[in-house]
């Protein structure tokens, strides 16, 4: 074959200037004829990158990159732990697909899951299957995802269905398409499907509207439109919740779907069976749910009713939907069983007994090795061959027969005939290729596309047009999701003109019942955010502190300046509660160090920033595309910053450009959240961590009476600058740094942010958000007293003023008392919020 | 055919040291009338009330109850009140008419048992009884070519009973099998699981079945309330006999003095309480069974 000219003949006006994209020998691609001229649909696409060159393309990819980056997309493969590292990328090239073609795709697809449907229900009813010997039984009872709990499991209205499964379509190279995968307890990718439309549609606008390409935000109208009619109860507005079993919201596709779809993203951890029905505990108490669209394996999701021995799903979930106006679990949770490539040699048996039809899209050709014939021609093919477990309960990944050394195959076939059963083999599919951008231009890679679906109530298939296109990584390499992360986004043509999309319109129209419900959880994490964002915020003002002095210096005394910054590292690791690190003698000796760079170190930087950065992204979905850009710059930021870390000095910048992305990231805040209660909290966090560390800080200036008056001085200065505080003090009392002026200034100064009055004020306001809890009195009236006491306290202040009768003690003894107070506050907002101790009724 | 009746009480009683806010649990106390044996009777108290409960059926046809307790409570207790019938039949090891090393036919995995239960089920690994390559060890000697099943299934199960110490406390239910081969010593739970894998690997459906065995005290003795225990023993399948009992850990065929509750893949399946609790603290368990003949 020929390299391809890009375009075809009457349109390249100017040779000099386009690009070549050449196919690969061996393989079928996508946008060429087999005599290499660009296919009809793909013209629009060629053209445009050739109007725009090798620079344009670039353009295009960056844009991609910034945009998805912005929006906090980084889908990162379970298998990759810890640290910074590429997140799922996009390529801005789309997949383009011609209306016949997809109409065969659709067909395909649609046939498919109605095949699944009827096999699920035979599977959890008659076993058909089995008796009128159509699957062999060991391919259902040896899967894990074969629930006996379930044999009972309702298969009404849309309970018992299939919900959104996502099928993988792939060519090869004599251009027939095949399935080679099935998900339907998880249908990753439909949160990126979205995501990359989104994306691609700010990218090429223009290219985009030009191409005619099918709209999709119809298909989750009609999803949406589908779960509702799934609800138990006779609710006319059914309570629909996404349920997510990721810890930190990282795979952050299923917030984006959460998101988009204006959907309560739920953990187990937030859902509670009682009286035979589901309930979300919130920060308002007890919220009832009528429908779960679940993105977790059933085998997980009921931790009684698992046969696995540790399940952090829901207990009692099941029961609840057995129960008549209990809950709809969509997908059907034994649906996981379907996934297994055990039932790809049967297919074709099972559409005809079910449907009476021939198969319209074939999966790729597999042989179970629990037949003797077909073990053997697995065995003797096994370098062409894929071999996949079949229980999926193995330690074994897909293995490509290729890929093995003559010893491995031989490992692997000896397996094989201890357990033939437990394995398939396929045979490896050459698959097409398209064209995907690179700095220097267009590559072809092999790449497999997603198809997203599903069966409605009365049969109905609804295919989304377009998908999910996953490029693999090599020009001939496997494509997982796990080792891949590049995608497309997939453009299918249709001869309409289409509106302009939108998302937003698009799901306007769906009758999504969400009410402002925060789970407890979230309320908890954003709680924290707030607490560690305040308290990261402090400890780098410290060390911006003891930086500033150690380059400008302060003193002409030798030991001066050490003592100084010996004292302030002490009040911070006694704030924090770990002043036993500063005698342990293993700890580093300049303490700065520990504060800068030890991750373990509760009084450091890094320890608090985790903690913000885990707790934030368990909130995910709370937060506006900008304050995941201010979040991200706050992490990445610090965690990137470069440098020899023998010289704090150094830091300066790093510790300042950390400070102006929390500024960033709090101000948003007060901008772009909606005042609701999940907003209350995470206002009240700051308050509570800012006042806590305000008060001991104070203390620990009044009890500096013992040491020199110059050392007391400089302290108090120190203090003022920590908080902020300098120019204030300065503007409002025209004299030195004074602890009892310092004292009247942070407590009880009336329009000052930073003082205590004012922040118990404000937390009392933002408290009024937040729903009283049953049978307890509202965490916010406990707060009143305080203002109170602080008013009266202030009074006799103001009242001894000037008379040198400031008594250091009774301040510290009421500080004492402030201290204990915002520490019940907390714990109250804690039991009354977040753990659900105290049950309603 | 005389029978004999049973009267067995089975309490089971947590104790918590901390608060427990609510619990779901799942109970499988029913006796299954079969094979023999005739429920008169069953009921099952539990305390305090539970807000919400419900009885089914579940996959292998035993009797199950959902409960749910949704207010705070220090301990649950759970009693459970059977009558019940047991023919006398004299027991004794059927002949299948088949050997075991003959290959068994096409699709014997999806054969049906009486219940309607795929054979597969059987037949398959299963949590508590994988295929691991001691039982091939354990397994050797008894296989010599041409012997009939149940003389196989008879032997494996007097080999258990000589060939392991049967010690109580030694293993629990998390103890894996590989280990109690190793070490040949468990409870019936164990010699059980082990008796199971065994007949799976060539070929034999097995089940593991729950129960109760009466006991009779020395001469002269009376005997102790609360001194019985659960037991559990197993059944092994052929097409011409069906399910036939054998108990390892008393070398007997089950006859009237075994009263089954519920059968299933293994201990997993059958588990006669089964419960998650969300609270805090440790908690402490008392398991009393009385059967009497009335």
Redesign the interface.
């Known amino acids: 074959m020929s390299p391809a000219t890009l375009l075809p003949e009457d349109h390249s006006r100017n040779p000099a200037s386009s690009i070549l994209y050449q196919a690969s020998e061996d393989r079928r691609d996508e946008s060429l004829s087999t005599e290499g001229a660009v296919v009809a649909e793909w013209s629009e696409v060629f053209e445009s990158i050739q109007r725009h060159g090798v620079q344009g393309l670039n353009d295009w990819r960056n844009a991609a990159a910034r945009i998805s980056r912005e929006r906090g997309l980084a889908y990162r493969p379970a298998s990759v732990e810890g640290g910074v590292e590429d997140g799922w990328t996009l390529d801005p090239v789309p997949w383009v697909i011609s209306r016949e073609r997809w109409q065969g795709y659709e067909q395909g697809i649609a046939q498919r899951i109605r095949l699944f449907s009827h096999l699920l229900k035979d599977i959890y009813g008659d076993?058909r299957i089995?008796?009128e010997?159509i699957v062999?039984?060991?391919i259902?009872?040896?899967h894990k995802g074969f629930l006996?709990?379930l044999?009972?499991f309702p298969m009404g209205k849309g309970g018992g269905s299939l919900g959104l499964s996502a099928i993988d379509v792939a060519r090869d190279s004599a251009g027939q398409a095949f399935v080679v995968n099935d998900r339907f307890d998880k249908p990753f990718g439909l949160g990126l499907a979205l995501e990359n439309r989104t994306v691609i549609n700010k990218v090429l606008p223009r290219l985009f509207r030009r191409c005619r390409v099918k709209k999709i935000g119809q298909f989750f109208t009609e999803w949406f439109d589908f779960l509702q009619r799934t609800s138990p109860t006779d609710s006319e507005r059914p309570l629909i919740v996404i349920l997510d079993p990721s810890e930190q919201g990282d795979d952050s596709e299923i917030s984006f779907l959460a998101n988009y779809c204006d959907i309560a993203r739920v953990h187990p951890s937030d859902l509670?069976?009682?009286?035979?029905r589901v309930w979300i505990k919130a920060l308002s108490g007890l919220v009832p749910v009528d429908v779960i669209w679940k993105t977790m394996p059933g085998s997980d999701m009921d931790?009684?009713?698992s046969?696995k021995?540790f399940s952090k799903g829901v207990?009692?979930i099941f029961?609840a939907s057995?129960?008549e106006g209990g809950v709809s679990l969509v997908s059907h949770p034994g649906a996981e069983v379907l996934q297994s490539p055990g039932f790809y040699p049967y297919l074709q048996k099972l559409c005809r007994a079910f449907l009476g039809e021939d198969l319209l899209l074939p999966p790729v050709a597999t042989w179970w090795c629990g037949s003797p014939t077909a073990m053997s021609h697995v065995i003797s093919n096994l370098s062409s061959m894929v071999i996949k477990p079949v229980g999926s309960h193995h330690d074994l990944r897909t293995q490509y027969g290729r890929l093995l050394t003559a010893e491995q195959q031989d490992d692997l076939k000896a397996r094989i005939k201890e357990?033939p059963g437990d394995f398939v083999g396929q045979e490896e599919l050459m698959i097409s290729t398209i064209p995907v951008s690179r700095q220097s231009g267009l590559v072809p890679r092999s790449a497999v596309l997603r198809v997203f679906s599903f069966l409605d109530e009365h049969d109905k298939a609804n295919v989304m047009p377009g998908g999910l296109a996953r490029v693999s990584k090599l020009d001939r390499g496997i494509i997982s999701t796990r080792e891949s992360g590049e995608s497309k986004d997939v453009w299918v043509r249709s001869l309409e003109e289409e509106e302009p999309y939108s998302i937003a319109n698009e799901l306007d129209r769906t009758r999504v019942f969400s009410p402002e419900i925060v789970p407890s959880r979230t309320a908890e994490n954003l709680f924290w955010t707030g607490r560690y964002a305040e308290r990261t915020d402090v400890i780098s003002r410290f060390a911006l502190r003891v930086l500033d002095i150690r380059n400008r210096g302060i003193s002409t005394v030798d030991t001066f300046e050490r003592d100084h910054e010996n004292l302030l590292m002490k009040t911070l690791f006694d704030i924090f509660d770990c002043e036993s690190l500063l005698e342990n003698p293993n700890s580093d000796p300049d303490i700065l160090n520990q504060v800068l760079r030890n991750r373990d170190c509760p009084a450091g930087i890094d320890f608090n920033l985790d903690r913000f950065y885990s707790a934030s992204q368990a909130a995910r979905e709370e937060w506006s595309p900008s304050s995941i850009l201010a979040i991200g710059s706050c992490y990445q930021g610090w965690n990137q910053r470069s440098g020899p870390f023998d010289d704090g000095s150094r830091y300066d910048s790093g510790v300042e450009s950390l400070q102006l992305s929390l500024a960033a990231f709090l101000g948003l805040n007060l901008d772009s959240m909606t005042r609701d209660e999940g907003w209350a909290l995470l206002d009240s966090g700051r308050r509570i961590e800012r006042a806590t560390i305000i008060c001991g800080l104070l203390r620990f200036l009044l009890d500096s009476d013992q040491l020199k008056a110059e050392m007391q001085s400089v302290l108090n200065e120190s203090i003022l600058y920590i908080l902020d505080s300098v120019r204030t003090y300065q503007s409002r009392f025209h004299e030195k740094p004074a602890p009892e002026l310092t004292t009247r200034l942070l407590l009880g100064e009336v329009d000052y942010p930073r003082s205590i009055l004012h922040i118990l004020t404000r937390l009392y306001e933002v408290l009024q958000k937040v729903p009283t809890p049953v049978g307890a009195i509202h965490p916010g009236e406990t707060i009143l007293p305080q203002i109170e006491s602080l008013n009266s306290f202030i009074l006799s202040m103001d009242r001894n003023s000037g008379s040198g009768v400031f008594d250091r003690q009774v301040a510290v003894l009421f500080i004492d008392q402030l201290l204990a107070f915002l520490a019940s506050l907390s714990d109250n907002l804690t039991t009354a919020y977040f753990s659900h101790?105290v049950?309603k009724? | 055919m005389s029978s004999i009746r049973y009267e067995i009480r089975h309490r089971t009683a947590y104790h918590y040291t901390g608060r427990i806010d609510l619990c779901h649990s799942l109970v499988r106390l029913a006796p299954r009338s079969e094979m023999g044996q005739t429920t008169v009777n069953c009921t099952v108290a539990i305390s305090p009330e539970p807000h919400f409960q419900k009885n089914g059926k579940d996959y292998f046809g035993n009797e199950k109850k959902y409960f749910s307790i949704q207010s705070s409570h220090e301990s649950l207790e759970v009693v459970s009140s059977v009558i019940v019938d047991k023919d006398i039949a004299n027991e004794s090891r059927p002949d299948s008419g088949e050997v075991w090393d003959r290959p068994k036919i096409k699709g014997f995995h999806s054969r049906v048992d009486n219940t309607n239960i795929p054979l597969g089920n059987y037949l398959l690994p299963s949590a508590a009884c994988p295929g691991v390559s001691e039982i091939d060890l354990f397994l050797q000697s008894s296989l010599r070519p041409g012997r009939e099943i149940m003389e196989v299934v008879s032997e494996l199960m007097a080999r258990i009973y000589t060939e392991f110490n049967y010690v109580p406390g030694a293993t629990d239910t998390s103890t894996p099998l590989h280990t109690v081969l190793k070490k040949k010593t468990g409870v019936c739970q164990d010699f059980a699981h082990v008796m199971i894998a065994a007949l799976r690997r060539i070929n034999i459906p097995a089940r593991y079945v729950s129960g109760y065995l009466e006991t009779i005290p020395p001469v002269g003795q009376v005997k102790l309330q609360g001194a019985d225990a659960t037991h559990a023993w197993i059944e092994a399948y052929t097409e011409s006999t069906g399910w036939v009992g054998f108990d390892p850990t008393n070398n007997i065929i089950p006859a009237e003095q075994h009263i089954k509750i519920a059968h299933g893949r293994d201990y997993f399946d059958v588990q006669p309480l089964k419960g998650t609790f969300i609270g805090s603290g440790s908690q402490s368990l008392v398991v009393e069974v009385d059967v009497q003949r009335i």
Do not use: C, I, M, Y
């Open positions: 076993q089995f008796s010997r062999p039984a060991e259902v009872l040896g006996r709990a044999h009972d509670t069976v009682r009286d035979g931790s009684l009713e046969e021995r207990a009692g029961e057995r129960q357990n101790a049950k009724g």
